[in-house]
């Protein structure tokens, strides 16, 4: 065997031994969440419907109430969020708003068709009332033909194509899972790290992000605010623990212990080609998650 091919057999051994992991002196974060959901433990979150807007129409369902219940099933198909109805006990607090409902017919092959469509957002607030995410939801006419639904029922199927897609995957985002950093070992050019977080929520090769968390004092104001700044990204590598898993990320990544880590929802490359073609295409072949 000549010189070359050892030394081709040297490197795709060394390539497939495993990276020895070796410890590394990781500092600990000066402020550390309290949050249950930042250490393991699920969202609580309270939903309530504004019912201050909204075109009136000949219908016999109460749409409000429609609106919020998808929005709570939305938010307990992501597998993070608790819902409470204590206000005050509540993480986050969500508001469903319907704003309009509008209602019409076309003729078309000599078919007639009901047409339905609303408009409307979800808001989100923190424990202070403090509005920190706006996601507003239209697009969504929705065609039955005459003899298949009633006005009631188109309306349904409007709201399941608007908060079915684009808002759960905005609140899927908003309420991912998130795990508070323990340890960590230096392996090779990267760092292995541990975090809290329920491993049911996460597989392997999943993207991570890492949050660093600041307390800002204004003086002027004489508060305080809590700055969420990401660091880096990173890879599970480990979810065989039922509550505490392992990533990889770069080694020169300013990490410290109480950072935490949170699951990156991207969109899918099937999705994104999706997109590419049309909202309207992707939703015609994507299951929706609420239904």
Excluded: W
């Excluded at 700044?229 to 590598?237: A, L, P, Q, R, T």
Aim: proline residues 2%; aromatic residues 8%; charged residues 30%.
């Amino acid at each position: 065997m000549n010189k070359f091919l050892i030394a081709l057999l040297i490197v795709f051994i060394s390539s497939c031994a495993a990276v020895k992991e070796e410890p590394f002196s990781m500092k600990t974060s000066a402020f550390i969440p309290n949050e249950k959901y930042c250490r393991g433990g699920n969202y609580s979150v309270y939903v309530f419907a504004n019912k201050s807007l909204i075109a009136k129409d000949n219908v016999k369902v109460d749409l409000h109430r429609i609106t919020k219940s998808m929005v709570e099933r939305a938010l307990l198909s992501i597998g993070t969020v608790d819902l409470t109805k204590v206000k005050k006990e509540a993480d986050y607090v969500v508001e469903s708003i319907l704003e309009t409902a509008n209602y019409g017919k076309k003729t078309a092959d000599g078919q007639r068709y009901h047409i339905a469509s609303t408009t409307g957002s979800v808001r989100i607030y923190n424990k202070k009332g403090q509005l920190i995410k706006d996601i507003p939801f239209d697009n969504n006419a929705k065609e039955v033909s005459v003899q298949s639904a009633s006005r009631d029922t188109i309306y349904r199927e409007a709201l399941y194509a608007s908060i079915g897609y684009d808002v759960y995957d905005s609140l899927e985002n908003f309420f991912s899972p998130k795990g508070l950093i323990l340890s960590g070992k230096k392996a090779g050019d990267s760092y292995h790290l541990k975090a809290r977080l329920n491993s049911g929520l996460v597989e392997v090769d999943d993207e991570i992000e890492v949050y660093a968390i600041e307390k800002l004092d204004n003086s002027l104001l004489k508060i305080s605010e809590i700055n969420h700044k990401k660091i880096c990204d990173g890879e599970v590598i480990d979810s065989s623990d039922s509550s505490v898993i392992e990533v990889s990320v770069d080694n020169d990544c300013k990490v410290k212990k109480g950072y935490y880590i949170s699951k990156k929802h991207d969109v899918s490359f099937i999705d994104d080609s999706l997109n590419f073609l049309g909202k309207g295409f992707n939703k015609m072949l994507r299951k929706n998650p609420i239904k």
